[in-house]
């Protein structure tokens, strides 16, 4: 436990600039990941209720 | 009174407890030989005898003498005559300062883990800080733009299926007219031979279209605004009647006093390409 905590120190934190390089880039992964998290469960919450969901059922009659 | 404190051996009281008729105070029965105060370790029980903390009895003292409590001082040590046996002393020493605890036990085995972990929950703190300003930002920016429905009567859908190969059609868009063109096989050749990039807005016909038999264009001339007459000109494309602009078939400028290509909108290809959306 003690490794994996210096060798976080010293890869992130020991210098400003990629400490706060490593929270930017980490913002942007964790906004990334969010939406797509929060996407997901909306998708999955209202499954079968959604356009995309039913459009087979609608679009089959005109082609 | 006194029959009750005949029963007990020793009896510590206030040096005072009542006022003789005379106005002297007395205390009768009061124990001079108080043990010692003594910390925890003897449960509270220090040595017998008298208080080591009291004078010596050679510089006077307390006696309890039926007229009271008598205090006697003398200023002055005898030099001769008293021999002290001197014992080594033993009792506890008062500690000056309150006891601290132990905190051994709670004390980090290894600071840098704590020291990594403060800063690991500072830059999460920075990343959630971050994110939402980020979203606060795009947010706001978000509501400037137009909303759904707005965007929705912005477009134009146009049946493909109803234009023949080798027809223009013009229909409005946003108030702008927009030519599309079902191009044949030979136009599209003639289009893409062209060499392009000597012409005065070089543009080749593969951006300009996103199928090639479909080209889709604003039809408004980039010289003044007139709108361009199709199957015209002396490229077979499109020519400008105000004031002469002859267009290929790929919509570039060729001849005439137009600075730039027609200019192409977004569009877009949708329910199996039998549609586009212009917009």
Same mark, same amino acid.
């Given at each position: 436990?003690?490794?994996?905590?210096?060798?976080?120190?010293?890869?992130?934190?020991?210098?400003?600039?990629?400490?706060?390089?490593?929270?930017?880039?980490?913002?942007?992964?964790?906004?990334?990941?969010?939406?797509?998290?929060?996407?997901?469960?909306?998708?999955?919450?209202?499954?079968?209720?959604?356009?995309?969901?039913?459009?087979?059922?609608?679009?089959?009659?005109?082609? | 009174?006194?029959?009750?404190?005949?029963?007990?051996?020793?009896?510590?009281?206030?040096?005072?407890?009542?006022?003789?008729?005379?106005?002297?105070?007395?205390?009768?029965?009061?124990?001079?030989?108080?043990?010692?105060?003594?910390?925890?370790?003897?449960?509270?029980?220090?040595?017998?005898?008298?208080?080591?903390?009291?004078?010596?009895?050679?510089?006077?003292?307390?006696?309890?003498?039926?007229?009271?409590?008598?205090?006697?001082?003398?200023?002055? /040590?005898?030099? $001769?005559?008293?021999?002290?046996?001197?014992? +080594?002393?033993? #009792?506890?020493?008062?500690?000056?300062?309150? %006891? !601290?605890?132990?905190?051994?036990?709670?004390?980090?085995?290894?600071?840098?883990?704590?020291?990594?972990?403060?800063?690991?929950?500072?830059?999460?703190?920075?990343?959630?800080?971050?994110?939402? /300003?980020?979203? $606060?930002?795009?947010?706001?920016?978000?509501? +400037?733009?137009? #909303?759904?429905?707005?965007?929705?009567?912005? %477009? !134009?859908?146009?049946?493909?299926?109803?234009?023949?190969?080798?027809?223009?059609?013009?229909?409005?868009?946003?108030?702008?007219?927009?030519?599309?063109?079902?191009?044949?096989?030979?136009?599209?050749?003639?289009?893409?031979?062209?060499?392009?990039?000597?012409?005065?807005?070089?543009?080749?016909?593969?951006?300009?279209?996103? %199928?090639?038999?479909?080209?889709?264009?604003?039809?408004?001339?980039?010289?003044?605004?007139?709108?361009?007459?199709?199957?015209?000109?002396?490229?077979?494309?499109?020519?400008?009647?105000?004031?002469?602009?002859?267009?290929?078939?790929?919509?570039?400028?060729?001849?005439?006093?137009?600075?730039?290509?027609?200019?192409?909108?977004?569009?877009?290809?949708?329910?199996?390409?039998?549609?586009?959306?212009?917009?």
């Amino acid at each position: 436990m003690a490794g994996f905590a210096n060798l976080f120190y010293n890869t992130f934190v020991r210098r400003n600039s990629v400490y706060v390089t490593a929270i930017f880039g980490s913002a942007f992964a964790f906004g990334v990941g969010f939406d797509t998290a929060v996407t997901s469960v909306w998708d999955k919450w209202n499954q079968g209720k959604q356009w995309k969901d039913i459009r087979d059922k609608y679009i089959q009659d005109e082609e | 009174m006194a029959a009750l404190f005949a029963t007990k051996k020793a009896f510590t009281a206030p040096p005072t407890v009542r006022t003789l008729a005379s106005g002297v105070p007395s205390a009768p029965l009061i124990n001079l030989a108080a043990r010692d105060l003594h910390g925890a370790e003897h449960h509270g029980h220090g040595a017998a005898g008298p208080r080591s903390d009291t004078p010596a009895k050679f510089s006077g003292g307390l006696s309890n003498t039926p007229n009271g409590v008598v205090s006697k001082r003398y200023a002055n /040590a005898p030099t $001769t005559g008293v021999f002290q046996q001197r014992y +080594m002393h033993t #009792s506890v020493p008062a500690r000056d300062a309150p %006891k !601290v605890p132990n905190f051994g036990a709670y004390e980090a085995k290894d600071p840098s883990t704590n020291r990594a972990l403060s800063y690991f929950m500072i830059g999460s703190l920075g990343v959630l800080s971050a994110s939402a /300003a980020k979203s $606060t930002v795009t947010e706001f920016l978000a509501t +400037m733009s137009a #909303s759904a429905d707005v965007l929705a009567l912005a %477009k !134009v859908e146009v049946e493909l299926a109803s234009i023949p190969e080798g027809k223009n059609v013009i229909i409005k868009w946003r108030g702008k007219p927009v030519f599309i063109r079902h191009r044949t096989q030979d136009e599209i050749s003639e289009a893409k031979s062209t060499d392009w990039k000597g012409l005065r807005d070089p543009e080749s016909d593969e951006s300009r279209t996103k %199928k090639p038999e479909w080209l889709v264009m604003l039809g408004v001339c980039t010289h003044l605004g007139c709108v361009p007459i199709g199957e015209a000109g002396d490229y077979g494309g499109w020519f400008c009647p105000c004031h002469g602009s002859h267009y290929d078939i790929s919509g570039r400028i060729r001849k005439g006093p137009a600075p730039l290509n027609l200019e192409v909108p977004q569009y877009d290809f949708t329910e199996g390409d039998s549609k586009l959306i212009v917009g």
